[in-house]
């Protein structure tokens, strides 16, 4: 995008960023806390997640690519809620269009699940949110970060539950310019 994607605005709402958009929508489906994670030195994202009412996670290893920042992640859950962390919830912010009733049905779902690993779906396609629970923990931090949680996921896909939250949102990324235009109908600003 040539620019931050957790900072891009989200079109049609004023002051709206992606990150506020995902932050709010995983605020209003129950989650008491939300934490994002980014480069030590990202000083406009560490404020916009502050001004979100959000907790910024520093992943020193950014550079190692996304599941750098998930294991980042869950070092910092895992080294502050020990054992009373039971799972975590992944939602990248290129997937803003992700409300917050599907990230409720598959909280929900997720409750009552014994699956280590639960994914929301929608019209048979699956991508976001993924929740990933303690027994897939220690996998997903010895996992090689260049190579993402997918291997984690595909490992064995008799421990993974798709959840049908009925939200097309959660099989959309926002990675170029033309998937911006094509959701928002309008360009990007330019980061010039």
């Given at each position: 995008?040539?620019?931050?994607?957790?900072?891009l605005?989200?079109a049609?709402?004023?002051g709206q960023?992606?990150?506020?958009?995902?932050?709010?929508?995983?605020?209003?489906?129950?989650?008491?806390?939300?934490?994002?994670v980014?480069?030590p030195?990202?000083d406009?994202?560490?404020?916009?997640?502050v001004r979100?009412g959000?907790?910024?996670?520093e992943?020193?290893h950014?550079?190692?690519?996304q599941l750098?920042s998930?294991?980042a992640?869950?070092?910092?859950?895992?080294g502050?809620f020990?054992s009373?962390?039971?799972?975590i919830?992944?939602i990248p912010v290129?997937?803003?269009?992700?409300?917050d009733?599907?990230?409720?049905?598959?909280?929900s779902v997720?409750?009552?699940?014994?699956a280590?690993i639960?994914?929301a779906?929608?019209?048979?396609g699956?991508?976001?949110?993924v929740?990933?629970?303690r027994?897939?923990?220690d996998?997903l931090?010895?996992?090689d970060?260049?190579?993402?949680?997918?291997?984690?996921v595909?490992?064995d896909?008799?421990?993974v539950?798709?959840?049908?939250?009925?939200?097309?949102?959660?099989?959309?990324?926002?990675?170029?310019p033309d998937?911006y235009?094509?959701?928002?109908?309008?360009?990007?600003?330019d980061?010039r």
């Amino acid at each position: 995008m040539g620019q931050p994607k957790s900072l891009l605005p989200f079109a049609g709402r004023d002051g709206q960023t992606f990150l506020k958009q995902l932050v709010e929508a995983a605020q209003s489906a129950g989650f008491p806390a939300v934490y994002a994670v980014g480069r030590p030195d990202d000083d406009p994202l560490r404020g916009e997640v502050v001004r979100c009412g959000g907790v910024f996670i520093e992943n020193p290893h950014a550079d190692q690519g996304q599941l750098s920042s998930l294991q980042a992640g869950l070092r910092y859950l895992d080294g502050r809620f020990g054992s009373e962390l039971e799972g975590i919830m992944v939602i990248p912010v290129d997937a803003p269009l992700i409300g917050d009733r599907a990230i409720a049905a598959l909280l929900s779902v997720a409750r009552s699940s014994s699956a280590p690993i639960l994914r929301a779906t929608h019209a048979g396609g699956h991508g976001h949110p993924v929740v990933f629970k303690r027994p897939v923990f220690d996998e997903l931090l010895g996992a090689d970060p260049h190579v993402g949680a997918r291997a984690v996921v595909r490992a064995d896909p008799g421990r993974v539950e798709n959840v049908e939250v009925g939200d097309t949102g959660v099989t959309v990324d926002i990675d170029t310019p033309d998937d911006y235009r094509r959701h928002f109908g309008v360009s990007p600003p330019d980061s010039r």
